[in-house]
């Protein structure tokens, strides 16, 4: 599906729209509801439309979508789901870990991670999305600097 450049019709069961502003206007509702930030194909695309990331699965367990920065391969935001919704751990600066916690109570210590650096945002509706999109950009903007290595002699 395509928003720019030539229209065709849609032909899916139960569907078929001809008339090119009415298919338009369904293409942008379908792209909006695969998009919010309810369900996990919404999660993945706002993360990889940060640029320079990719989404990887490297676990057996197929639940677990880690969001990736190409150039050091740092994950930014895990994906996943639990209890009937999906939860996205995020790294956090200290000073602003308590402050998301407390504002929201879907905003918890991270589940498997270190809950010191790391915040569990569970998309249920009670958090705005400018929030989450704001908590994982912190995330972003955390991991994507590349500590300097320390060369060890032998």
Known sequence: ME??????AIKRPGVIIKD???LKNWQVIMLEKRL???NREGAIGYCL?????YEDYPFRDKNWTLM????N???FAWI???DGHVWINVKCEPGLLDYWRQIYHSVVPAFHLNKDHWNSIILD???PKEDIYEMIKQSYMLTKKNNSKVNFKK
């Open 36 to 38: 919010t930030m309810k």
């Open 68 to 71: 990736r920065h190409i150039d």
């Open 80 to 82: 996943f789901e639990k």
């Open 3 to 8: 928003l720019s450049g030539q229209v065709s």
């Open 125 to 127: 509706g009670t958090v």
């Open 20 to 22: 090119a502003a009415l």
């Open 73 to 75: 391969k740092k994950v």
């Open 49 to 53: 439309g940060m640029g320079n990331t």
